[in-house]
Antibody, heavy 120, light 113 residues
């Protein structure tokens, strides 16, 4: 059974970098039929896709336009995990952040979520 | 981006009664392979979303058969034949035809009367 376990700080200061990690159990970050995502949920409940990484003979990364230029997604095959780095954060980046797996038909497995508050 | 619109935004249902949630997309979710890339999720309080339905009408593993999905193109419906207390939460539809740029509906909050 596939499980995703998230880790990372819950409080980040404005202008600093938000960094989260997602450990994968029961699947491989470099699997050629899956992809790995970061999605966030605003305090009002709206869900927003942020980034995706997938391995298809080489690594491909995709980013949402809303955070492009500030966001990086990094796979780590040695630890079977992937991470999110979002720099220059503002209070508008306060949200619950989820990692999630894409399979053939959409998104199926989610991490438990990490509440991140941006505040000084 | 494809805009997803759900209705109603909240629902109060007596246990044992049916419930229905509509989801409309700003573009067709029907892909060239004949599949509609529309998923339904339930987010219970304090939890991550849980996949209920994929490709518009396929129940995910372990999902009770009181949940069903239907629709094609731009109009989709999630139905619960007999609501139970454990069905409380927020229901989201999500389009995956524009993957990786998936987008979600605003959510429909279901409560028990």
């Amino acid at each position: 059974q596939v499980r995703l376990q998230q880790s990372g700080p819950g409080l980040v200061k404005p202008s600093q970098t938000l960094s989260l990690t997602c450990d994968i159990f029961g699947d491989s970050v470099s699997g050629n039929s899956v992809a790995w995502n970061w999605i966030r949920q605003s305090p009002s409940g709206g869900l927003e896709w942020l980034a995706r990484t997938q391995f298809r003979s080489k690594w491909y990364h995709d980013y949402a336009k809303s955070v492009q230029g500030r966001v990086t997604i990094n796979p780590d095959t040695s630890r079977n995990q992937f991470s999110l780095h979002l720099n220059s954060v503002t209070p508008e980046d306060t949200a619950v952040y989820f990692c999630a797996r894409t399979w053939s038909y959409g998104i199926d497995i989610w991490g438990q979520g990490t509440t991140v508050i941006v505040s000084s | 981006d494809i805009v997803m619109t759900q209705s109603p935004l909240s629902l109060s249902v007596t246990p044992g009664e049916p419930a229905s949630i509509s989801c409309r997309s700003s573009q067709s979710l029907l892909y060239t392979n004949g599949h509609n890339y529309l998923d339904w999720f339930l987010q219970r309080p304090g939890q991550a979303p849980q996949l209920l339905i994929y490709l518009g009408s396929n129940r995910a593993s372990g999902v009770p058969d009181r949940f069903s999905g239907s629709g094609s193109g731009t109009d989709f419906t999630l139905k619960i034949s007999r609501v139970e207390a454990e069905d409380v939460g927020i229901y989201y539809c999500m389009q995956a035809v524009d993957s990786p740029r998936v987008t979600f509906g605003q959510g429909t909050r279901l409560e028990i009367k």
